[in-house]
């Protein structure tokens, strides 16, 4: 379908005027700065919790703190029906990373030595709230047709990720549809970066142990020369998959840290393998377990090393169902215009907001936060990193947009 020219010719009317009031737009920069300024880990969001709680009952509504007393959930639209469509959800992620703020000229860095909001969540977070307090104002007015939840996931950040605990919580009951955005240095803030199917990648840890008896440098052919099977495992592992699955699925085996022995004449009896697992491919991930395990273990095995292989599932790829993408395509040209929205290709990296979409279709967005014209680049997990604020009103007019859109169609 062709997006409406302008909200108004929704059937629910026009929204609040230019969507943000000013009080309101100056509250929510507030409320952003000072999730900036004072950042949670995974599981331990307990500030940032009550604060979202707080103000969400300012506003008449009831939150529901999830299990485990971080993050919550919200429903606007006490007494609507969602009708076959089933409940509108939007989710935000709440939780910071274990790095420096090292943006030393900003009134309003972090205050928590070694912990950063270098993720843009304090944005997300905000976004949701924010379009959480406009459709609560239009349900108070009667005008929104249909019930939407509001989701702060916890644990982002934290391998597997807390978005399993939140679907166990019950955050999806009901849902028929869910969006989210993610914030992108890359794109300029008052545009947001959308594409069809897959926007990540999946990501998944892996753990090996080696052991042999150990022995002499002088003699490896008596022993297992077990530096020399840990080495034949970081280089053949990888090079074995590659050519176990199809190439176009971008399987990324990549190796973080090797560790074995203690002195240059000694063959120790112990070595470790980290690293990571990635894929393009949704399929290719689900095979990943089973070839990486039989390949580590064809590799130990012939150069005589005992494997113990600990495969830690991250997340799938975030694979964005067409018909929500497109919603959010067309709440966004109806509120900024075609040039608001530009393709964005999938990135390698990993995202719980895909074990939403395992049960139930939805659409990341890339909310672009990087002020027009600014020539660096400040990367995501980095401690320098920033966003231009005028990306708040976009996010919050993009989710109360499509919620609205989606409602009338």
Known sequence: MSPPESLADLPVGAL??????????????????????????????????????????????????LAGGTGLVCDIGEGLEPGPAGIFAMRADIDALPIPDTKSECAYRSTVPDRAHACGHD?????????????????????????????????EEVLPGGAADAIESGVLDGVGKIIAVHCDPRVDAGKIGLRHGPITSACDRLEVALDGPGGHT??????????????????????????????RSGVAVTWGRIESGHAPNVIPQHAELSGTVRCL??????????????????VANLHGAKPQIDYVRGVPPVVNDPDVADLLRDAMIARRGVHSVEGTEQSLGGEDFSWYLEHVPGAM??????????????????????????????GVELFTAAALLDAAQ
């Open 123 to 155: 944005m997300h977070t905000t976004v949701v709230l924010g379009a959480g307090l406009v459709l609560a104002e239009l349900h108070r007015q009667g005008r929104l047709p249909r019930p939407v939840r509001l989701v702060f996931q916890p644990a």
């Open 365 to 394: 967005a890339r909310l672009g936060v990087r002020t027009p014209g600014e020539r660096v680049i400040r990367d995501l997990h980095q401690g320098d990193f920033d966003a231009d604020e005028r990306a708040i009103d976009v």
């Open 16 to 65: 609040l005027p230019g969507v943000l009031p000013d009080a309101l737009r100056a509250e929510l920069v507030a409320f952003r700065r000072d999730l900036h300024m004072h950042p949670e880990l995974g599981n331990q969001e307990f500030r940032t919790t009550a604060a979202i709680k707080a103000r969400l009952e300012r506003a008449g509504l009831r939150p529901r703190v």
């Open 218 to 247: 002088a003699r490896p052919h008596l022993t297992t020369d077990l530096v020399t099977a840990a080495a034949r495992v970081a280089v053949d592992v990888p090079a074995l998959i590659a050519r176990r699955v199809d190439s």
């Open 281 to 298: 491919d949704i399929n290719a991930w689900r095979q990943a377990p089973d070839l990486l395990v039989a390949a580590i273990d064809e």
